[in-house]
Every structure is written in C-alpha cells, then in structure tokens.
C-alpha cells in the first residue's frame, strides 16, 4: 500500500481540513503543482483558485484566496488568507 501525505489547510478563522491524503493539486503564483507523499521540500505563495484533495476515489475542493503553501517531511501545510470548501450543486 503506497503511504499516504499528511496534510492541513488553515485559514484565519479556523482549520478547514486536517487529515492524511494521497495527493493535493494547488494553485501556486508560478503555476498550479500537485504534491503526493515523500514530495521534496518547497515553499511557494498561492494565488486565488481552487485546492483539490483526493482521498481514494474521492475528490473535494476549497476555494483559496491566497496564502502559502510548505512542503516539509511532515507533509503538505497551508495558510490560506481565505478558504471554503466548493459544494457541488
């Protein structure tokens, strides 16, 4: 069984999701990156789109308004200046 990314999503008002995933796709200022576990180190700035979480077959979506994302041995964190989760209609 391949190992699964720990992974966070803060905004000011709270935490939106804690949990460990198999991959997260974000928007980053310099294009958009997808982080699976073991993903080498990096920090970038975000910009506004849309943080898409995959667990199993199962996908969910927050709409961030900027922040920061890191990349660290301890998985996926980010600060988002805005986050909501995306409810399909």
Request: avoid cysteine; glycine fraction near 12%; aromatic fraction near 8%.
């Amino acid at each position: 069984m391949a190992g699964k990314l720990s992974f966070s999503l803060v905004s000011p008002e709270r935490e939106v999701f804690s949990g460990l995933v198999d991959q997260v796709d974000a928007p980053g200022v310099e294009g958009d990156f997808g982080v699976l576990p073991d993903h080498a180190p990096f920090m970038t700035a975000l910009r506004e789109g849309l943080v898409t979480v995959y667990v199993g077959a199962a996908r969910t979506q927050y709409d961030v308004k900027g922040g920061f994302a890191d990349v660290n041995g301890e998985g996926l964190t980010i600060l988002a200046e805005q986050a909501t989760e995306v409810v399909a209609a």
